[in-house]
C-alpha cells in the first residue's frame, strides 16, 4: 500500500511541470474569454482593475482546478481523455460566447438554456439560426484560441527537449533542486486552488440567496454552473408545466351563444396613466392614436380602475382568474378565465413577450399553460438589464391568429415599461427629450431623461395599439388594453410628483368595439359607457368578460 502510495505521488510529482503548459493555455483561454465580454459588455473598466477582481480570482481558480484534475489521473490514456475534453469544453463555451455576446449582447448563461423554455422547436432552432457574425472578426477570436492552445504546448516541447539536451551538462545542486521544485509547486497550486476555490463558493452562495446574478462577473464554466443552478430554481419556483383548477360544464352554463367573435386582452406592464395624454392633458401628446379614437368613438375610456393589488404575482392572479381579492386561499385553487371560456365553447391563447422566468412573473406561466395554444416571442429566462439586445413589444405581432369557425380568447402579455425602459423602445420611437418633457416639477437633468424616455415608451405601446386594432377592426373583436399594477408609493417613480391616496394604484383601461361587434351585438357599447359611473378594480374583469359574452358561472 505505502509502495502503491509512492509510486502515485512519483507520477504526480513528475506530471505536476509536464502539464504547466495546460495551466498556461487555460489561462490564456479564459483571460481571452474575459476580454472579449469586458469590451463588449462594460467599457467603463480596464481589464486589471478593481472592479473586475471577482472576474479574475474565478478565472485564476477556474484555470487552477482544470489544470490540477488531470494531474491527479495516473492512467495515460483517461488523462488524456480528460486534457482533451477540458480543452474542447472550454473551448466551446469561448467559441458560444463570441456567437452569443457579438449578437445578442449577452454571455453563455440562461441564453442556452431558454430555448429548452421556448413553446416550440421552431423557436429555438430560430434563436441560433438567427445568429449573424463578423467573419473577419470571427477568424481573429479563432487564430487567438489556436495560438492560446498551442502556444504553451509548443514552448513545453522545446523546454522539454532543452531539458534532454542538458541533462549531462547539469551541476548536482541543481538537479536536487528540479527533484524537489516539482513537489513544491504541486502544493502551492494545490492550496492554492482550494483558497481560491472556497472563496469562490461562498461567494457564489451569497449571490445565489440574493437572486441576482451579473453573469458577466464569473468565468465560463462558473457561468455554466450558476445560470443552471438558477434556473432550475426559478423553474420550479415558477411552476411552468402547472395549470390551476379546471372549470366544469356543470359550473359554467351560456344564456346566449354570440357568432364567431375575438375577446381581446392587452396586458402592458408598468404603464401608468398618470403619464399618459389621453389620461392626464398636462402630459405630452404621447398617446395620439387613443386620443383620437376616443374622439371618433369606437374606443372608451375608464376613468377609475385600479389594480388588484401592489404585488404583481397577486395583481395577475386576482385578474386572471376568479379567486375574490384578497382571497386567503390559494389563487389556483379557482379556476382562471381561461379555463371557463374552454368550456364555454372558445378556444383560447396566450401570446408573451415577457420572461418566461422572473420575479413578479411567476404567475403568468401557469396562466398561459391554461390556454389551449401559447407562444413566447421573448426567449429570455429573466430579466437581464445589463444587455440592449430585448424583443421588442411589436414581436408579437408576427404571431396574431386570424377570427376562424371558433370564438377566440387571447392575451397579449407585452413588457410595457418593465425592466430598463431605455432598451423597450426602437429608436424612431424616440419622439421626446429632456428638453420637451413638460413637467412644473423642478427636476434634474437625469430626472428629465427618464421622464422623456417614458414618454416615448407610452408612445410605442400607442402605436403598438394602434396596429393591434388595424388587425382586428374587420373582426367582430372586443379589444381591452389594461396595465397590471399602478403606482402605490407616494412619489411617482418617473415624474417625482406626489401621488394622491385617491389615485394609488390606478391604472388604464381602454376598451375597443369593432364595427362588426357592434353588428353583431349592438347593446355592448352601452353596456360599456355605464362602467365608468362607479370605481372600479381589475379583479371585477373576470366577471366583466363573462358579463359581456353571456357567460354565468356557479362555484
Not at 512519483?10 to 483571460?31: C, F, N, Y
Not at 455576446?101 to 429555438?124: G, R
Not at 369557425?405 to 392575451?411: A, G, V
Request: hydrophobic letters at 45%; charged letters at 15%.
Amino acid at each position: 500500500m505505502k509502495k502503491a502510495l509512492f509510486n502515485y505521488l512519483q507520477g504526480v510529482k513528475a506530471r505536476t511541470p509536464q502539464l504547466v503548459w495546460l495551466l498556461i493555455a487555460m489561462l490564456a483561454i479564459l483571460t481571452l474569454n474575459n476580454l472579449v465580454l469586458r469590451s463588449l459588455l462594460s467599457k467603463s473598466a480596464p481589464y486589471l482593475s478593481r472592479e473586475n477582481l471577482p472576474l479574475i480570482w474565478d478565472t485564476l481558480w477556474m484555470a487552477t482546478l482544470l489544470y490540477v484534475i488531470p494531474i491527479l489521473i495516473p492512467h495515460r490514456i483517461t488523462r488524456r481523455v480528460v486534457l482533451i475534453t477540458e480543452l474542447v469544453l472550454v473551448s466551446a463555451v469561448h467559441i458560444m460566447d463570441l456567437y452569443l455576446v457579438s449578437t445578442y449582447q449577452m454571455p453563455y448563461c440562461d441564453a442556452i438554456a431558454t430555448p429548452i423554455f421556448a413553446t416550440n422547436s421552431s423557436e429555438a432552432h430560430g434563436f441560433f439560426k438567427s445568429l449573424r457574425l463578423d467573419m473577419p472578426f470571427m477568424l481573429r477570436e479563432w487564430g487567438k484560441l489556436l495560438l492560446a492552445i498551442f502556444l504553451p504546448l509548443g514552448i513545453s516541447w522545446l523546454i522539454t527537449l532543452a531539458k534532454d539536451a542538458k541533462k549531462g551538462l547539469l551541476h548536482k545542486r541543481i538537479t536536487r533542486f528540479q527533484k524537489y521544485s516539482s513537489t513544491i509547486l504541486f502544493i502551492v497550486v494545490l492550496v492554492g486552488a482550494h483558497i481560491l476555490g472556497i472563496g469562490y463558493l461562498r461567494k457564489t452562495r451569497v449571490v445565489a440567496r440574493d437572486g441576482a446574478i451579473q453573469y458577466s462577473l464569473h468565468a465560463p464554466i462558473a457561468r455554466l454552473y450558476l445560470s443552471s443552478r438558477m434556473l432550475c430554481q426559478n423553474a420550479k419556483h415558477c411552476a411552468l408545466d402547472y395549470r390551476p383548477q379546471q372549470a366544469t360544464p356543470q359550473e359554467v352554463t351560456v344564456d346566449s351563444l354570440l357568432p364567431p367573435h375575438n375577446v381581446v386582452l392587452v396586458v402592458a406592464e408598468d404603464i401608468y396613466p398618470h403619464l399618459m395624454h389621453c389620461y392626464n392633458p398636462i402630459v405630452s401628446d404621447n398617446t395620439p392614436t387613443i386620443d383620437s379614437l376616443l374622439q371618433a368613438g369606437p374606443l372608451i375610456k375608464l376613468d377609475s380602475v385600479y389594480s388588484a393589488s401592489d404585488n404583481a404575482a397577486l395583481a395577475a392572479a386576482w385578474t386572471l382568474s376568479l379567486c375574490p381579492k384578497d382571497s386567503p386561499n390559494s389563487w389556483d385553487t379557482y379556476p382562471s378565465i381561461y379555463s371557463i371560456f374552454r368550456v364555454a365553447g372558445y378556444d383560447s391563447y396566450w401570446l408573451d413577450n415577457t420572461p418566461r422566468i422572473a420575479h413578479g412573473l411567476d404567475v403568468y406561466p401557469p396562466l398561459a399553460a391554461d390556454c389551449d395554444d401559447l407562444f413566447f416571442t421573448n426567449l429570455r429566462a429573466d430579466d437581464q438589464e445589463w444587455t440592449n439586445i430585448i424583443p421588442y413589444d411589436d414581436a408579437v405581432l408576427n404571431r396574431l391568429k386570424p377570427l376562424k369557425d371558433q370564438s377566440r380568447l387571447t392575451t397579449i402579455h407585452l413588457m410595457g415599461a418593465r425592466s430598463n425602459i431605455w432598451w423597450r423602445i426602437p429608436e424612431e420611437f424616440y419622439r421626446y427629450n429632456r428638453l420637451s418633457a413638460n413637467t412644473d416639477i423642478n427636476l434634474s437633468g437625469d430626472a428629465l431623461d427618464h421622464l422623456a424616455q417614458y414618454y416615448n415608451v407610452v408612445y410605442y405601446q400607442d402605436d403598438l395599439l394602434k396596429r393591434l386594432i388595424a388587425y382586428y377592426q374587420d373582426t367582430p373583436t372586443i379589444l381591452i388594453f389594461c396595465s397590471p399594477v399602478g403606482v402605490y408609493g407616494e412619489w411617482h417613480p418617473y415624474s417625482g410628483d406626489q401621488v394622491t391616496p385617491e389615485t394609488r394604484g390606478q391604472v388604464p383601461m381602454l376598451l375597443y368595439l369593432s364595427p362588426a361587434m357592434q353588428r353583431i351585438s349592438p347593446t355592448l357599447r352601452n353596456q360599456l359607457l355605464q362602467l365608468n359611473t362607479k370605481r372600479h378594480n381589475l379583479s371585477d374583469l373576470p366577471q366583466l368578460l363573462m358579463r359581456l359574452s353571456g357567460i354565468k358561472v356557479s362555484l
